[in-house]
């Protein structure tokens, strides 16, 4: 199993990033998929998740409006579109899966994922 986050960078106040999760090892309509965030000297948090049959939840209320979780199941892949972007969504943002999660319940700061990969970081300039 391997998840694969891209898509972070440097962007301004008020921009715009869109974030890719590329899995291998599971299918996409067989297991939820979260994207969680740490910012430095902070708790990593669950930001959305989107579950086996594509329905999204938002874990952080600071994103609700400004975020858009989304997937391709063809492509294996998940996505987080991110506007209207503040310096306090600046992190490093992972993705995750588990081999028993398939729905979006919360389940504490890391949403009870096994499988996680390396994150990417996402900074945003005032």
């Known amino acids: 199993v391997q998840l694969q986050a891209s898509g972070g960078g440097l962007v301004q106040v008020g921009g715009s990033l869109r974030l890719s999760c590329q899995v291998s090892?599971?299918?996409?309509?067989?297991?939820?998929v979260g994207w969680f965030r740490q910012a430095p000297g902070k708790e990593r948090w669950g930001v959305s998740c989107?579950?086996?049959?594509?329905?999204?939840?938002y874990w952080e209320d600071s994103v609700k409006g400004r975020f858009t979780i989304s997937r391709d199941v063809a492509k294996n892949t998940v996505y987080l579109q991110m506007n209207s972007l503040k310096p306090a969504d600046t992190a490093v943002y992972y993705c995750?899966?588990?081999?028993?999660?398939?729905?979006?319940?919360?389940?504490?700061?890391?949403?009870?994922?096994?499988?996680w990969g390396k994150g990417t970081q996402v900074t945003v300039s005032s």
């Open positions: 090892g599971f299918t996409l309509d067989k297991h939820a």
């Open positions: 989107i579950n086996q049959i594509g329905d999204s939840t």
């Open positions: 995750a899966a588990d081999p028993d999660v398939r729905t979006c319940r919360f389940r504490g700061p890391d949403g009870g994922m096994e499988w």
